[in-house]
């Protein structure tokens, strides 16, 4: 067989190559409304109903750190990054999976604080942990959560549905998460070079981490933005495309643009970069509009709107307008405070295969 590196076509390459083998299955289910491609698989079990189904994988040292993650956030997250994906299709979240694989060294207490973290996210977004799988595992920890979500037929979102002219809205604030991480990060590299050179602990040598509190908080403890889905249908009014920020703005603007077949207009300037960014970007010789762009994990919506429509939700004030949809020709675009342009294409986010 030949051999070909997964970095050579990257994670999104591969997601094609396996729609591609998947594909004729879908002629199986007619009931099926969309399958892969979007936030979630779209199922129709009755008129006027629509079923969403999601699933995500958090894999130790890809996907987190236990030497900087509390269990229980960990716990939280896994739900969380899972109800993201069904507010992005703009429904509601309804039960969950979990499948853990477990490495020998976990205790039982352990396995306690990382459900006890599920408990408490899912009660608080009226979901219900309805069954699992577990496993022992030979390398780290494993969670994979699936859940699954309902909507009306009306009120469905897909990636697809943007058009020229639109508003581009963001909920809440960017850059967060990955500055929080950055911050861990480095806290981290610190400790282990401590007990490298065997310094007794020092607890002054460690940062003040409480001033950086919100920024963490953002990347060990996202929330799900099912707020936004709930005002949403409080005013009636339905986004034409909507997906959830987890791999950084620029990449999920141009999944949405991909989607609809057209380009977009973004402004720096409109941007609502998290107010505690742009000192930890200054302070560790980061970029706080990159990590805004590019850094992922935010866990934000992204979504078009029509101008008329757009009334209803204006006074919110999670809600940010950053730009319009325009023609595919155009590209999707940024400009700068200066009014340079800049191609988003150009700038990657993050890919698991990636070189
Ligand atoms: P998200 O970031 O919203 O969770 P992904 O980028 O992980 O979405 O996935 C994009 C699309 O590809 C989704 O529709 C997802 O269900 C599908 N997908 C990802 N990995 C696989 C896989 N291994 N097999 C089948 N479908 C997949
Ligand atoms: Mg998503």
Request: glycine share 10%; charged share 20%; net charge negative.
């Amino acid at each position: 067989m030949p051999y070909n590196a997964l970095s050579g076509i990257g994670e999104f390459g591969l997601i094609d190559k396996i729609a591609g083998i998947a594909e004729s299955t879908l002629y199986n289910v007619p009931n099926l409304v969309r399958g892969i491609g979007d936030d979630c698989a779209v199922f129709q079990p009755a008129e006027g109903l629509l079923q969403v189904a999601t699933t995500d994988m958090l894999v130790d040292q890809v996907h987190f750190d236990l030497l900087t993650t509390p269990l229980k956030l960990l716990g939280s997250k896994s739900i969380s990054v899972n109800v993201s994906d069904i507010c992005a299709m703009n429904a509601l979240p309804r039960y969950a999976l979990i499948s853990i694989a477990v490495p020998p060294s976990f205790s039982v207490e352990m396995i306690e604080e990382l459900y006890e973290g599920m408990s408490y996210a899912a009660k608080e977004y009226g979901v219900a942990i309805a069954g699992g799988d577990t496993s022992s595992s030979r390398s780290g920890l494993v969670i994979s959560v699936s859940m699954i979500g309902e909507v009306a037929g009306e009120q469905i979102t897909y990636r697809n549905g943007a058009k020229k002219g639109e508003l581009i809205c963001v909920s809440g604030s960017l850059g967060g998460a990955a500055a929080g991480l950055r911050l861990l990060m480095r806290e981290k590299e610190i400790m282990l070079e401590h007990i490298e050179n065997n310094e007794p602990y020092n607890k002054n040598v460690m940062a003040d981490l409480k001033e950086y509190s919100d920024a963490i908080q953002h990347q060990l403890l996202p929330l799900a933005r099912l707020d936004i889905v709930r005002l949403l249908h409080a005013k009636e009014v339905r986004p034409s495309a909507m997906i959830d920020i987890s791999d950084g703005l620029s990449q999920d603007l141009q999944h949405i643009c991909r989607g609809s077949n057209t380009g977009a207009l973004i402004h720096e300037s409109r941007i609502p970069i998290h107010p505690g960014t742009r000192r930890i970007a200054d302070e560790l010789q980061n970029d706080a509009l990159t990590l805004a762009l590019s850094g992922g994990e935010d866990y934000q919506l992204l979504f078009t709107i029509s101008k008329e429509d757009y009334e209803a939700i204006a006074d919110d004030r999670e809600i940010s307008v950053i730009g319009e949809i325009t023609g595919s020709e155009e590209g999707v675009l940024l400009s700068d405070i200066y009014g340079m342009t800049i191609d988003l294409t150009s700038m990657t986010g993050f890919d698991h295969f990636s070189s």
